[in-house]
């Protein structure tokens, strides 16, 4: 048992899994923004345009309700609700589309790097043991001429 959590505990540290939990919190807390964007800023816009339609509200009915609810003899209503769909998809794109625009933030940031590393100018190599060894020998030889 204590290989066992020794294990668990090096899986749990490495670093690629605590950056995927942290993505997964970003990544939630993210989501409920565009969630919020699109149910309250996105698509009471299209329904204006649209001339008051509510998404949320369009579903296709597979059987009516019968009765007030309350009612004993009440029978809900069984309906697709398609329009909940449609703002689950606005969510992905508008998801989609956002990461699309950070990676392409950070190839153009990428590639502005290596265009500077490339635009440094090299400096010269240090010269070998050889070349030193040699340039001490030939001045020796010069003072004792």
Known sequence: MKKFLSEFKEFAMRGNVIDLAIGVVIG???GKITTSLVNDIIMPLISMITGGIDFSTWK??????????GDPNFV??????F????????DFIIIAFVIFLMIKAMNRLHKKEEKEEEAKPEEPA????????????????????
């Not at 296709?60 to 609810?69: C, M, Q, R």
């Not at 809900?76 to 609700?81: G, M, P």
């Open 76 to 81: 809900a209503e069984v309906a697709v609700n």
């Open 83 to 90: 329009g909940n769909l449609i703002a689950v998809i606005l």
């Open 126 to 145: 240090a010269p070998t043991s050889e070349e030193l060894l040699t340039e001490i020998r030939d001045l020796l030889k010069e003072q004792n001429k």
């Open 60 to 69: 296709w009915i597979l059987k009516a309700g019968v009765g007030v609810e």
């Open 28 to 30: 939630g807390a993210f």
